[in-house]
Each structure stands twice: as C-alpha cells, then as structure tokens.
C-alpha cells in the first residue's frame, strides 16, 4: 500500500511539471487581449511604438512669491520646495541688471535684482548665461525682462537664487 501512494505521488507531480512546462513552452493564449500601453501603437509583430508626446512645462511662480513662500518656511520645509521649481517656465519676468560676470570659462552671465531699486540690501536673486556679444550691452540698473527654465534654486542666509537656462530677453 505505501509503494501504491509513492507511485500516485510520482504521477501526480510529473503530471504538474508537464503543465508548467507546456504552459512556459506555448506562451500566451491566442484569445488573451491586451490594451496598448499609453502612448504607444502596434506596428505588426515585435515591440510597440513609442509615440513622443510633449507635456507643457509647468509655469513657476513669480519670484516675489516664491521668495514670500520660502521666508515663511522652516529650513527643512524649503530645502524640499526648492527643487520642486526645478524644469518649470519662467515667464516674463522683470528685474534690474545688478552686474555682468565673467565666469571662470570666459563666459558671461547676467546677475538681476528682483527687489525694487529702493530696496537698501539687495543682491542679486536670478542669474543665466548671456551671449559674449551682449555682455557689454548691459548697464547697472537696467530693466530686463525675460523668460526661460528655472535650472535650480537656492538659498543661502535668507536669499533666494534662481539659476535660468533657455533664456529669452523681452527687451
């Protein structure tokens, strides 16, 4: 009787490992349907194709709010908000040119002031590349209006820096 239950046991599992592997050997059923992955198509057989779609950028803040935002925060709180603008458009903002710096490179970048001309401690607050044949352009004071993308921002002793790529100059 012992050896009769060692053999049906035997039969059992070799029955079990031939439907695992006719399962592994045969792939998917025929008649199993599955939805496209978002933003792709079939293109006959193989991999589906992957269809770019463009996500609009969304639009920071103005920088005074930001500023507001971030005095009103612990250092914890605003080291986690910070790189949250990271990628976002800036758009037309205005300030005054506070200086042309060359950089270690050669090349030139605009430092702006945000704060009003009246503001008695100012430092710069947004800074971005600018062209070598504009860089002489520039005078103390000068309104500047631009847009672009918030590369990163930080902040040191209370004051906010907004660092800009893809910057356009409205005026």
């Not at 695992?20 to 939805?35: C, K, N, Y």
């Not at 194709?49 to 996500?55: A, F, V, W």
């Not at 971030?70 to 910070?82: C, F, I, N």
């Not at 300030?95 to 001309?117: H, I, Q, R, W, Y």
Request: charge should be negative.
């Amino acid at each position: 009787m012992k050896k009769l239950w060692k053999v049906a046991g035997f039969i059992v599992i070799a029955a079990m490992l031939v439907c695992i592997v006719s399962v592994m050997i045969s792939g998917p059923d025929e008649t199993t349907v599955t939805a496209p992955k978002a933003n792709t198509a079939s293109v006959g057989e193989g991999e589906p194709l992957e269809i770019p779609t463009s996500t609009p950028r969304p639009i920071a803040p103005s920088y005074h709010e930001i500023a507001e935002k971030v005095g009103t925060m612990t250092e914890a709180q605003w080291k986690s908000y910070l790189p949250t603008l990271e990628g976002n458009a800036v758009i037309s903002w205005r300030g005054f040119v506070e200086d042309v710096n060359v950089k270690p490179s050669g090349a030139f970048e605009l430092l702006v002031d945000m704060d009003t001309l009246e503001e008695l401690f100012s430092t710069h607050d947004v800074v971005f590349d600018i062209a070598d044949d504009a860089a002489l352009e520039f005078e103390i004071d000068q309104v500047v209006i631009f847009s672009g993308t918030i590369n990163r921002a930080s902040e040191f002793l209370g004051t906010i820096t907004i660092y800009l790529d893809d910057v356009s100059l409205e005026n």
